[in-house]
C-alpha cells in the first residue's frame, strides 16, 4: 500500500548540490516509530546509508556524508527530499528513498533514480 517515488535531475555538474524527492503515498511520512531514508548504491558497489529524517522531523546522517548532507520535509506534499552539496564523480549512484522502523528493516522501497555526478 506504501509507495515511494524519487525525482529529480539525472546530471548533476561536481561542485553543485544534488537534490531528490520522494514522494510518498499510502501513508504517511509522520506515521509514529517509521523513519525516511536515503540509500545509494555507486555503480560496483554496494548499498550505503545517506540518512534519515523521522517521524517527528529529526534528523540523523551518515558520518562520513554528515557534513554535505541535509533532509527535510514537507508534510503538507507527503514528500522528503535530500540535498548533498558539493558533488563529486565519487557521488554517482542510484539513489532510493525507503521507509521502516527501528530494528525491523526497510518495508517499502522506491524504484531508485540513477543519479550521475559529471561535467
Known amino acids: 500500500q506504501v509507495q515511494l517515488r524519487e525525482s529529480g535531475p539525472a546530471l548533476v555538474k561536481p561542485s553543485q548540490t544534488l537534490s531528490l524527492t520522494c514522494t510518498v503515498s499510502g501513508g504517511s511520512i509522520t506515521t509514529r516509530n517509521y523513519g525516511w531514508s536515503w540509500i545509494r548504491r555507486p555503480p560496483g558497489k554496494g548499498l550505503e546509508w545517506v540518512g534519515v529524517?523521522?517521524?517527528?522531523?529529526?534528523?540523523y546522517y551518515s558520518p562520513s556524508l554528515k557534513s554535505r548532507t541535509s533532509i527535510s520535509r514537507d508534510t503538507s506534499k507527503n514528500q522528503f527530499s535530500l540535498h548533498l552539496s558539493s558533488v563529486t564523480p565519487e557521488d554517482t549512484a542510484v539513489y532510493y528513498c525507503?521507509?521502516?522502523?527501528?530494528?525491523?528493516?526497510?518495508?517499502?522501497w522506491g524504484q531508485g533514480t540513477q543519479v550521475t555526478v559529471s561535467s
Open positions: 525507503a521507509t521502516g522502523r527501528p530494528f525491523q528493516g526497510y518495508e517499502y
Open positions: 529524517i523521522a517521524y517527528d522531523g529529526s534528523t
